[in-house]
């Protein structure tokens, strides 16, 4: 039975949750926050470019996205093996930052064709592939001393927070850059403009009335038709473009961060082969058949992780679709106010506050310090919600995207929480099991989506007609997917990126962090390549196919489960 005393142990576990871990953590931490924000604000625009800029359909976009996110994911590997055998993890994450930066430059200059972009891509992957498995080796480094050992998981769960915290704001910079760009040029954001136009320009549209309505209501309207598509479109294409340049901002800092405080994390900057070479103490030897049995694990792990990330990177492919045609683009006051990040923000710093002021661990002049927070935001919270209209407040479809990072800040502690909780009482799954209960989770996830689609017109009949449905679903039905999959993610990721920490042999570490990364790039591989079934099938069978999946991933992971549990103590 749950008790007053077992919710002071999780108040007391949230209160420590920051404490007892090496500054290298912080650094870490900080560093992947600004990258993860430059990718994410790629991302969540990235389809979006596509399509408007060369009118392409869902199919041709998916190929190009999921191909992208291949070796975003793939290069790890070979990020790995250079960090293991060559460079060591600093210098080889030092150089990913810098090549990112390149890439993300190239993908922000306007006017280019195809082959330039899918250039700039392979640049953008490269340097992901130095950047991200090794920073997470050296993560993992820090916590092979016994000193923080017993806390890696929650390590990890900090680690993913910072990813998220960047995730967070990413659409809403991406969002404002577009929005400054298209108003700088005489024009409003209209998520039906683009592909009406690119449509009319190729006499494929059967009735331009629709489009002549829009096209009036922009403020930089010509009464030629082909000259505002045109202009249209150059426009959104500069303002993506521009959303693309923040992207390579971040990543400046980034490298200012890893390479400014590089002290924090300087003895964990080590390889296996230079432990080896130097005769370090703390050398830990496997035999083969450790090896062998280990590394097995981590690829049955990783054959199951590929068909979560096929699910969840639907996020900036089909659910940001359903987002632009499927979900209602004008909201209520009160639904506004978690779309608009000048209102949203305050209310979450306002609750942050209130955990401050409540918290029973925490010191008198914390709760000073809560409380000054709460009322603070509170009263930026009142001027920011007098700004929006009660009804007609106009929302965009990439922002939808911003849920499941801020869910993950505001769930870490509580599943953390839990799992403390289920610790004491000596009944806490297992990593593979919580990776197990991560897949179920995520098939109840995309369930909302096949009941969210009862009833809509398919995607290809929406083609046929043009714009957007003319049934459109309330936001809240995609925010319940969003909640659903990120306390699916939060039983999964994380745990998985700790489980591959622990497991991997000391001379693979950089190599399996690739190997996590290089499952995710098959799963986001398949997320872009089961596009055409998106254009062929209902909607309701296209969310069906991914909860069927899922599924079947969780009923194998519990199938193995005791040989996946043997090798964490092997």
Not at 324 to 334: A, E, F, K, L, W
Not at 435 to 462: H, N
Not at 522 to 535: E, K, M, T, Y
Request: aromatic share 16%; charged share 10%; net charge positive.
């Amino acid at each position: 039975m749950y008790t007053h005393a077992d919710s002071l142990i999780i108040n007391q576990y949230f209160t420590t949750m920051f404490k007892g871990h090496p500054k290298g953590l912080y650094v870490a931490f900080f560093a992947n926050m600004g990258e993860r924000f430059g990718y994410y604000t790629m991302l969540a625009i990235f389809v979006l470019y596509l399509q408007s800029k060369f009118g392409w359909s869902t199919t041709q976009a998916g190929h190009v996205y999921g191909g992208f996110l291949f070796g975003i994911y793939f290069l790890p590997l070979l990020g790995g093996y250079i960090a293991d055998n060559v460079l060591g993890y600093g210098k080889t994450i030092i150089l990913g930052t810098i090549v990112m930066f390149a890439g993300y430059a190239l993908l922000a200059m306007p006017g280019t064709g195809e082959f330039f972009i899918y250039f700039a891509l392979a640049v953008i992957s490269l340097g992901t592939g130095f950047f991200k498995g090794n920073l997470q080796a050296l993560v993992g480094n820090m916590y092979d001393d016994p000193k923080y050992s017993k806390v890696r998981d929650s390590a990890f769960n900090i680690f993913y927070m910072g990813i998220n915290i960047g995730a967070f704001f990413a659409p809403s910079a991406a969002r404002g850059m577009r929005n400054w760009i298209l108003g700088m040029n005489g024009f409003t954001y209209d998520s039906a403009i683009p592909d009406l136009a690119h449509k009319f320009l190729n006499k494929t549209l059967e009735n331009p009335a629709q489009l002549e309505q829009l096209a009036n209501l922009q403020v930089n309207h010509s009464a030629n038709l082909t000259e505002f598509c045109n202009q249209y479109i150059v426009s959104i294409s500069q303002a993506y473009n521009a959303g693309f340049a923040v992207a390579a901002v971040s990543m400046v800092a980034s490298l200012l961060i890893f390479i400014g405080f590089r002290k924090y994390y300087k003895a964990a900057d080590v390889t296996h082969k230079q432990k080896k070479a130097g005769n370090t103490a703390n050398l830990v030897e496997l035999t083969p058949r450790q090896t062998k049995d280990r590394l097995i694990a981590l690829g049955l792990v990783f054959f199951v992780v590929m068909f979560f990330w096929m699910a969840f990177h639907q996020n900036g492919f089909t659910l940001t679709i359903f987002a632009r045609d499927y979900t209602v683009s004008s909201v209520s006051m009160g639904t506004a106010i978690i779309f608009n990040l000048a209102t949203f923000l305050p209310l979450l710093i306002a609750i942050l506050g209130v955990v401050l002021l409540l918290g029973k661990a925490n010191s008198f002049r914390t709760k000073i310090i809560g409380a000054l927070v709460t009322v603070g935001a509170i009263v930026v919270a009142f001027f920011t919600i007098r700004q929006l209209q009660p009804e007609g407040n106009r929302i965009s479809p990439e922002i939808f995207q911003q849920f499941n990072p801020i869910f993950i800040v505001f769930l870490t502690p509580v599943i953390i929480g839990f799992f403390a909780y289920l610790r004491k009482n000596s009944q806490e799954p297992s990593s593979p099991k919580k990776i197990g209960i991560g897949m179920i989770l995520t098939a109840i996830g995309f369930l909302i989506m096949v009941l969210a689609s009862q009833g809509l017109m398919s995607p290809q009949e929406l083609a046929l007609k043009g714009g957007v449905s003319d049934t459109l679903r309330s936001p809240y039905w995609l925010i319940g997917t969003y909640f659903t999959l990120t306390i699916a993610e939060l039983f999964l990721s994380p745990i998985g990126i700790s489980f591959v920490s622990k497991v991997a042999p000391p001379q693979f570490k950089g190599l399996a962090q690739g190997g996590w990364f290089g499952a995710t790039a098959i799963g986001n591989l398949l997320a872009g390549f089961i596009g055409p079934f998106w254009d062929k099938w209902q909607l309701w069978q296209f969310f069906m196919l991914l909860v069927g999946l899922t599924l079947l991933s969780a009923f194998f992971i519990f199938s193995i489960l005791k040989r996946l549990e043997r090798a964490t103590t092997s």
